[in-house]
């Protein structure tokens, strides 16, 4: 079984100042990784994704997290906050090795950027 | 344009009164699946499909029923709505490559409210 706890359900920072949204998961198998990102009245868009390469992935708007197996995180950073980051993010993993496949989402961090 | 449609965008019923919406994806994608996002649960997954003819229960599969006849469409049907299932509605679809599955392409979403 699969599950995605993503530690803080709401995070504001001021615009400039670096972002950090936390994410924990556990998996059986080896796991694929994503951050999603979702603006008010939108669909989901994929931030980033990790797939057992390098593990430290960047991703769009200048995202990128960093994935580490001893403590079971994927965290998701940006050095500098942008007005237009203010959404929602979901993290969200998937058993690659299971036979079967399964997208678990995390309940969601919500964004807010202070100008 | 790879995109995921689902139609409709909006829609308010009756209790009690059969829907059906639609999801169709151009990507000849094997994996499809259908969510419901509910403030502060995130997205639980409804049910998927591993390729056409093949359906499995998701996490919350009580109240809703789906087909896989084609590879590009995968429905979702609600034969009786209840208000309990009123709620924001996502379609996904993937594809396996190199032994991982790769990111999960979203539609637009479909706002359902049942009275």
């Known amino acids: 079984a699969q599950s995605v706890t993503q530690l803080d359900s709401h995070v504001s920072v001021s615009e400039g100042t670096p972002v950090l949204l936390r994410c924990n998961y556990s998996?059986?198998?080896?796991?694929?990784l994503f951050w999603y990102v979702q603006h008010p009245n939108k669909g989901l868009q994929l931030l980033l994704k990790?797939?057992?390469?390098?593990?430290l992935v960047k991703g769009i708007n200048g995202f990128e997290a960093e994935f580490k197996k001893s403590e079971t995180s994927f965290h998701l950073t940006k050095p500098s906050a942008h007005m237009s980051d203010a959404a929602e993010y979901f993290c969200?993993?998937?058993?690659?090795?299971?036979?079967?496949?399964?997208?678990?989402f995390g309940k969601g961090t919500k964004l807010s950027v202070i100008p | 344009e790879a995109q995921v449609t689902q139609n409709p965008r909006y829609l308010i019923t009756v209790t009690g009164k059969k829907l059906t919406v639609t999801c169709s994806q151009n990507?000849?994608?094997?994996?499809m699946s259908w969510y419901r996002q509910d403030p502060g649960l995130g997205l639980r997954q409804i049910y998927y499909?591993?390729?056409?003819?093949?359906?499995d229960k998701g996490d919350v599969p009580e109240g809703y029923k789906v087909s896989r006849k084609e590879k590009r469409n995968f429905p979702l049907i609600l034969e009786s709505p209840s208000p309990n299932q009123t709620s924001l509605y996502f379609c996904?679809?993937?594809?396996?490559?190199?032994?991982?599955?790769?990111?999960?392409?979203f539609g637009q979403g479909t706002r359902l409210t049942v009275v």
């Open positions: 990507m000849n994608h094997e994996y």
């Open positions: 990790y797939t057992s390469a390098a593990t």
């Open positions: 969200v993993v998937s058993d690659s090795g299971a036979g079967s496949y399964q997208l678990t």
């Open positions: 998996s059986s198998y080896s796991p694929s």
């Open positions: 499909s591993m390729n056409v003819e093949v359906t």
């Open positions: 996904a679809s993937s594809s396996r490559r190199t032994g991982a599955w790769a990111e999960a392409f």
